[in-house]
């Protein structure tokens, strides 16, 4: 039977892996949960065939399993789209079963959205991109804490500038926050100062495994772009060669208008909800730099602006053109950011 061609579907979940196995008729031959091991499933599937064409869906954990089966073990696996693969279980059933089923079906039919399976080096870059974020959320969070307690305490807050050395030297002293508003404010200082250096930290770490990494050298060459954009883009992107068009690589930033469009109607309606979140924030950001120092995208902005079109709609139509305009520049330098991996 090693030559004999199955299809096999995998509905991932921490503890266990529902598998379906598929002969090239769609005959199940299989259908059972296994435990989430490599060794596992691969005894579980041998004795239906060698020649394994498997699919999982996209989700935490995934990349590492199909990883694992595609090298140690040979299959032919694939992480599949989970936007897509959602919209295609549209079962009256939801089951474990089912879901397998259907993955393993949608691949025998070749109709399956498959995702770019990022290699080791650039999962672990991602890890660090995505810690650090999280610590910025944290930070952003404690912040808004501090200024809700100031606003509800009406607080005067005086005229530097906020978070800076001198209104921080202030909030420190503050009076008029009441002895239990005084106590929270001193423990949401000290997270502050614990956030920063944990920042710091992870930045220190960032810079030390991207030193030379030729993908991120050139990408902080680029007008508009720092450390942490290049990084995040770097980790997020990995293969800038996987895209064939800068319209794809923005959508994959999640910087395509949605279209609502209707009869004879044609409108757009805010930015599509697929798409890479982080991405999506870093670009927006730099793109409100763009347009204050670079006078391409500030001649860009400022027409926007004269036909009527709101600060956030220009921020993320600036941000889409540099996106497109950055898929066109990747070729350049002895190490073309496309062939890099």
Not at 4 to 12: K, S
Not at 83 to 88: E, F, K, L, P, S
């Amino acid at each position: 039977m090693s030559k004999v061609t199955i299809y096999v579907g995998l509905d991932y979940h921490k503890a266990s892996i529902q598998v379906c196995v598929m002969d090239t008729t769609g005959k199940i031959l299989a259908n059972r949960p296994c435990t989430n091991q490599a060794e596992a499933l691969v005894k579980l599937v041998a004795p239906f065939g060698h020649d394994v064409r498997a699919a999982i869906e996209a989700c935490p954990g995934a990349a590492n399993l199909t990883d694992e089966l595609a090298t140690r073990h040979g299959w032919s696996i694939n992480l599949a789209h989970p936007g897509y693969v959602a919209r295609m279980k549209q079962t009256p059933d939801k089951t474990d079963w089912a879901d397998a089923r259907v993955i393993a079906d949608l691949v025998r039919v070749g109709y399956l959205p498959k995702v770019w399976l990022a290699p080791e080096d650039v999962r672990q870059l991602r890890a660090l991109t995505r810690y650090r974020q999280q610590l910025a959320n944290r930070r952003r969070d404690t912040k808004l804490r501090i200024t809700a307690l100031l606003r509800d305490t009406r607080v005067v807050e005086p005229k530097s500038r906020r978070w800076g050395r001198a209104w921080m030297d202030w909030f420190q002293t503050a009076e008029g926050l009441g002895s239990e508003g005084r106590w929270i404010a001193d423990r949401l200082i000290e997270d502050l100062r614990d956030i920063a250096d944990a920042i710091l930290k992870v930045e220190h770490r960032l810079a030390q495994v991207t030193s030379e990494d030729p993908v991120v050298s050139q990408l902080i060459l680029l007008a508009g772009v720092g450390l942490v954009t290049a990084w995040a883009l770097r980790a997020e992107i990995g293969r800038f060669d996987r895209f064939t068009t800068g319209k794809q690589m923005a959508r994959y930033c999640g910087l395509s208008p949605r279209n609502a469009s209707s009869g004879q109607r044609q409108a757009d309606a805010g930015l599509i909800k697929a798409g890479n979140e982080h991405l999506r924030t870093l670009i927006i950001e730099a793109a409100h730099r763009l347009i204050r120092y670079d006078p391409r995208w500030k001649a860009l902005a400022a027409s926007m602006r004269q036909a009527g079109k709101p600060a956030c709609v220009v921020a993320a139509a600036v941000g889409n053109r540099w996106v497109r305009w950055l898929f066109h520049q990747v070729a350049g330098g002895p190490i073309t950011l496309k062939q890099a991996a």
